[in-house]
C-alpha cells in the first residue's frame, strides 16, 4: 500500500499560480504511476495530469494543457502539480492519486486505473 498526502493548495487570483506536492510514504514509490484528478462542486471527478513511473512520460486533460505540468521527484517520493494561469474554473478539490503499474511508460488517465487516493486539496480561483 501507498499513503498520499497533498498539500499547496489554497486561495489565489485568476493568473495566478499554485504549486501542489503529494508526499508518499508506504510501499516503493517508484512502482506507481501518479495522476492528479480534481472535483468540482456538483461535478463528477475529472482527470488532471498523469506521469509515468520513469517520468518519460506525461498526459494532460485538454483543459489545463499548456498551463499545468506534472513531475515526480522519486528520492523524495514526491509528485509535484505546477499550475499557471490559474481561472476561476479551476476552482475544486485537488486529489493525488497513484497506479501500481508494470510498465515503466504508462500514464493512466481514467480514475478507476488508480487504486489509491489522497484526502484532497481544495484550490480557490478569484475572478
Known amino acids: 500500500q501507498v499513503q498520499l498526502v497533498e498539500s499547496g493548495g489554497g486561495l489565489v487570483q485568476a493568473g495566478g499560480s499554485l504549486r501542489l506536492s503529494c508526499a508518499a510514504s508506504g510501499r516503493t514509490f517508484s512502482s506507481y504511476a501518479l495522476g492528479w484528478f480534481r472535483q468540482a462542486p456538483g461535478k463528477e471527478r475529472e482527470f488532471v495530469a498523469g506521469?509515468?513511473?520513469?517520468?518519460?512520460?506525461?498526459s494532460y486533460a485538454d483543459s489545463v494543457k499548456g498551463r499545468v505540468t506534472v513531475s515526480r521527484d522519486n528520492a523524495k517520493t514526491t509528485v509535484f502539480l505546477q499550475m499557471n494561469s490559474l481561472l476561476p474554473e479551476d476552482t475544486a478539490v485537488y486529489y493525488c492519486?497513484?497506479?501500481?503499474?508494470?510498465?515503466?511508460?504508462?500514464?493512466?488517465?481514467?480514475?478507476?486505473?488508480?487504486?489509491?487516493w489522497g484526502q484532497g486539496t481544495q484550490v480557490t480561483v478569484s475572478s
Open positions: 506521469i509515468s513511473r520513469n517520468a518519460e512520460r506525461t
Open positions: 492519486a497513484a497506479a501500481e503499474m508494470w510498465s515503466w511508460w504508462q500514464s493512466p488517465v481514467t480514475s478507476k486505473e488508480y487504486g489509491y
